[in-house]
């Protein structure tokens, strides 16, 4: 099917306000696009059904599930001369100067426990409120996979939760068969015509943190772990460190290894669960979908096969849309050698590039 064709469909679905995804997996030309054709509201606890998942950072909140009521392909995509959109930032510096002295102070009190060590790494993040005008989430999701082809780009809605937008350079878990992989992805600087970069210790120490805290959970569970050597990836026009893990699973459940991976030390931090309750008792705010996690549910690895396959992705490098709004999701990893400003700052960079693809 053509993309004409596939966007008429999804207008017309869409219209009707029923439930869509459309997305393009890393490295990938096809479109996918799979359709609800009721506005249920559907959960999923056992990660046991087929279709597409949609989870939140809190999971006790429930992870949405679509269901391939339909399903379509496109291999070809084009960007649309008309792709545009615009935004008035209204924070003025007051505003940002007071988001900007709530992070830091945030940042000072996670400080603190790292420093009494009762946390190795805690994640902050926050949101932005940007107002909009002419933008089409189907042409930009067009235009996001044309400039970013190593990540997975996507369009999801439900009428009674809303539209998130996003192109995530991280893999949460891919399942083939009984093979397995995952990714330890950490640290942040920006892009400057290579790859070849020296690194902060911060950051080299936050990637092993989040590294080795997947491998001692994979390990009483899958067989055959191999970890890669730690190296700089491009995402955008941003860097990270990256390890690639790969091992063989037998007689565990899907469930059982997302209890291990969801939410990363990437996302959350470390220990696991008294990050995520400094996070939800100090942040201010609900994440919502942002750093959870989204993809496919047991489903065949095309629409010809009958192998199935899992794909979920970290909600990362996000956007939550409404009729006139933009509201922006980013964060950064906090560690004992980190410096308060430079957390802020990178958020601030983080939002730039986001901002520039809008």
């Known amino acids: 099917m053509r993309q004409a064709l596939l966007f008429e469909n999804i ?13 393009r997996k890393p490295n990938s030309k096809v479109i996918d696009v799979i359709l609800q054709n009721n506005s249920e509201l559907c959960y999923t606890e056992s990660f046991k059904e087929s279709g ?6 809190d999971t006790s909140k429930g992870a949405v599930l679509l269901h391939a009521d339909q399903r379509f392909t ?35 009190k996670s400080l603190k426990l790292l420093e009494s060590e009762e946390l190795q790494k805690v994640v902050l993040s926050r949101k932005e409120s940007i107002n909009i005008t002419a933008i089409d ?6 235009s996001l996979s044309v400039q970013y082809p190593t990540a997975m780009v996507y369009c999801w809605y439900h009428p009674k939760i809303g539209m998130w937008i996003g ?17 330890a992805l950490a640290g942040t600087q920006s892009y400057v015509d290579t790859v070849d970069v020296v690194w902060g210790e911060k950051e080299i120490q936050e990637q092993q943190l989040v590294t080795d805290a997947i491998v001692d959970g994979l390990t009483a569970l899958v067989k055959d772990l191999v970890v890669s050597e730690v190296y700089s990836y491009k995402a955008g026009d941003l860097l990270h460190l990256r390890t690639d893990v790969r ?12 209890d291990v991976l969801h939410p990363t030390p990437a ?45 979920l992705f970290v909600n990362l490098r996000c956007m939550q849309l409404t009729s006139n709004e933009l509201l922006l999701y980013v964060g950064g990893g906090v560690t004992k050698a980190s410096v308060p400003d430079k957390e802020w700052e990178e ?8 901002k520039s693809v809008i």
């Not at 597409?52 to 950072?57: E, G, I, K, R």
């Not at 958020?347 to 986001?354: A, D, G, S, Y």
């Open 11 to 23: 207008r017309a679905h869409w219209k009707k306000e029923l439930p869509f995804v459309i997305y």
């Open 52 to 57: 597409f998942v949609f989870a939140p950072f």
């Open 74 to 108: 496109c291999d070809q995509i084009d960007v649309p001369s008309t792709v545009s959109g615009s935004f008035e930032n209204q924070n003025d510096k007051e505003l940002i100067d007071t988001v900007k002295k709530y992070h830091i102070s945030l940042v000072n």
């Open 137 to 142: 989430p189907l042409e930009k999701f067009a």
């Open 167 to 183: 192109a995530t350079p991280e893999t949460l878990l891919h399942i083939s068969k009984d093979s397995l992989y995952t990714m």
């Open 247 to 258: 091992a063989r699973m037998f007689e565990v459940s899907l469930k059982q290894l997302l």
């Open 267 to 311: 996302v959350c931090g470390l220990p696991k669960e008294k990050a995520k309750k400094f996070i939800l008792d100090n942040e201010g705010y609900d994440r919502e979908f942002y750093t959870g996690f989204l993809g496919e549910l047991h489903l065949p690895n095309n629409t010809l096969e009958k192998s199935k396959e899992t794909n």
């Open 347 to 354: 958020t601030v960079k983080k939002t730039n590039t986001m």
